[in-house]
C-alpha cells in the first residue's frame, strides 16, 4: 500500500507489482552495527565477528521512481518516505525523497528467485548504500511525507552517540570500508613464503577507486589489484601478493572511493565520534601475524 502525499493512494498485489517495469542490479547490504564491538578496543577474534554483517547480491524489483509516480507522488510537499515492516514489531524507517527517488527499489527477487522468507518475502526494500536496518522486510506500506518520523528504529536505535553526549540521527550512508578476510584472524600461517593476500572493499556512495595494503601497520603502502566488475554500492575483492619472512607483520587494507573519501584510522574515527558509539564503524582494520603465524585482532593508534 502507498498512502500519503499521493494523488491517488494505492494498494498493490504482488501480481500488479510483478507487471511493472523491473530492474536487477547488484549491491551490498551492511548493517549499520557492523563492527560496533570494536569503538573502545578489541573485542572480538576473526573477521566474521568484526565485519560478518554484510552481503552482496542481485536483487530484482521495481524502482520506487516506478511505483511513486504511478501514485502521482505530490514532488512539490513530498520530502520524506515512510517504509513498514510487516513483522511484529512493524519495523519503520524514514527514507528522504531524493534517495528514494534516485536508486531505491522494491524487491521481490534475489540472486535470481524469490526473495528468501528471512530476506523479506514477499517483498523488502533495497536502499543502496544505506544502512541494513532501512531495507525493511516483509514491506507491507509506504507512506509520502513532509517530515522525517522519528520512529522507534531511528531514535532509540541507529543513532550516533558522540563524545559531547548528544545523539546525531539519519547518518544512514555506510561510509567506504574495506577489510583484509585472508589472512585474518584466528587463521594461522603455516609456512615462510608466498600469500595471496585478499579482502573485500565498497562504499555506499558509489565505486571503489583503489584499495591500498600496509604490511607494517600503516607506514608504507602498496595499490592492490581490484577484481572486476567494479559495481557502485557493491562488494568488490582486491588481491595483492606477499613474501611473508617470519617476521611480526601488522596487515591492513584502505580503501578509496570514486568520491575522494579515504577510510579513516582508528585515531582519526575516533577523534570525532569518540570511543562510546555502536554504529557507522568503518575504522581501518589492522591483523597482527606473529612470529608462529598465528593471526590476531589488535588495533594501533
Ligand atoms: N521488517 C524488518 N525489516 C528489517 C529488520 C527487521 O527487524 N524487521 N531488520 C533490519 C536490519 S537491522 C538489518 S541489518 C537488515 C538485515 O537484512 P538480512 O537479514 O537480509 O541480512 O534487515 C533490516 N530489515
Ligand atoms: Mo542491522
Redesign the pocket.
Known amino acids: 500500500m502507498i498512502n500519503g502525499l499521493v494523488k491517488t493512494p494505492k494498494v498493490y498485489t504482488m501480481d500488479d507489482l510483478m507487471r511493472l517495469p523491473s530492474v536487477s542490479r547488484i549491491h551490498f ?1 551492511e ?2 552495527a557492523n563492527s560496533a564491538m570494536e569503538w573502545g578496543n578489541v573485542a572480538v577474534p576473526t573477521v566474521q565477528y568484526t565485519h560478518g ?1 554484510l ?1 552482496c547480491s542481485e536483487y530484482t524489483g521495481v524502482l520506487l521512481s516506478t511505483l511513486l509516480e504511478d501514485c502521482g507522488i505530490d514532488l512539490k510537499r513530498a520530502k520524506y518516505l515512510l517504509a513498514e ?1 510487516a ?1 511484529g ?1 512493524s ?1 519503520t524507517r524514514t527514507i528522504d525523497i531524493e534517495r528514494a527517488l534516485d536508486d531505491a527499489m522494491v524487491a521481490y527477487g534475489m540472486n535470481g528467485e524469490m526473495i528468501r522468507p ?3 518475502y514477499p517483498l523488502r526494500l533495497v536502499v543502496p548504500g544505506v ?3 532501512s ?4 514491506l507491507r506500506r509506504l507512506e509520502v511525507g513532509d517530515k522525517p518520523y522519528a520512529t522507534k528504529d531511528e531514535t532509540s536505535g541507529y543513532a550516533d552517540l558522540m563524545p559531547d553526549g548528544t545523539m546525531r540521527q539519519y547518518t544512514s550512508i555506510q561510509e567506504a570500508k574495506s577489510v583484509i578476510t585472508s589472512p585474518s584472524g584466528g587463521q594461522v600461517l603455516l609456512e615462510k613464503g608466498y600469500y595471496n593476500v585478499t579482502g573485500l572493499a565498497w562504499s555506499g556512495r558509489g565505486k571503489v577507486k583503489r584499495v591500498d595494503v600496509s604490511f607494517d601497520g600503516g607506514i608504507t603502502w602498496q595499490t592492490a589489484r581490484l577484481e572486476t566488475p567494479i559495481l557502485s554500492k557493491a562488494l568488490t575483492r582486491f588481491n595483492i601478493g606477499w613474501v611473508w619472512n617470519g617476521e611480526p607483520a601488522l596487515l591492513q587494507s584502505r580503501v578509496i572511493d570514486e568520491t575522494g573519501y579515504v577510510q579513516p584510522t582508528y585515531g582519526q574515527l575516533r577523534a570525532v565520534r569518540g570511543t562510546r558509539s555502536v554504529y557507522h564503524n568503518n575504522a581501518i582494520q589492522t591483523w597482527k601475524v606473529a612470529e608462529n603465524g598465528e593471526v590476531s585482532n589488535v588495533q594501533i593508534a
Not at 531495507?135 to 516483509?138: C, G, I, L, P
Request: glycine fraction near 22%; charged fraction near 15%.
Open positions: 547490504i548493517c549499520g554483517m552481503s515492516g513483522d514489531s519495523m528471512e530476506q523479506g544502512q541494513g536496518v531495507w525493511v522486510k516483509w
